[in-house]
């Protein structure tokens, strides 16, 4: 029931081995003013801190339904890269997220209205935690292009979705991937919308050299803030 009665100082609900602990603490000690406050609002840092739990085999691996499974079709590649903060130390744990068409540019999804055949051993979709040192990585294969609904000869370059969620983050970010050397990446209004060529150029992996099993590989890494963030998008 509610009263009109002031809260104590956190001194009076509060043990001294308790105050010595928030003491020092860096927000108690620039936020408190000297006289007593009747609430004091702790801060707490920012989850969610995600569980290996959360991951099952295989979700690092989009070119199968499950772990030994069937292979799907196209050229296999993986994607790897780390995720940075601001001063490039690396961000660990952090829950990335990825989705993309088959290689025939078709998504396993109902908006999809396209003719393309969709791959019965495809799964689309992948997730994983960063290491310690912020690298992820990610089997599949390379995305088709696809044309977009509604809009006259307007092919998507292939692309990867990617989404990111980290502890100290309000909400997750989204971003996508696009490949070197795409003619169409040059006429595409979504990655030609980002008007500054460096935010543009965060956008496209580099191809390294192919790994043992042939399959190519492309670096991608994620920048969260500063003056080498990745493009972000707002989600329409
Ligand atoms: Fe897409």
Redesign the pocket.
Known sequence: MATNSPLPHPSVFLGEEQLKIIRGYRVHETRTPNRKLRVVTPSQTIGPFFSPGLLQPGDDDLASLKPGGARAQGTPMIIRGQVLDESGKPVRKALIEVWQ?NQWGKYEHPDDITQAPLDPNFKGWGRVLTQDDGRYEFRSIKPGAYPNPGYDNWM?PP?V?FSLFSAGLMQRLITQMYFPDEPLNDIDPILNGVDDLAARASLIARQLPDAADGSNVFSFDIVLRGTQETTFFIEP
Request: glycine share 0%.
């Open positions: 068409a998507r692309h979705h």
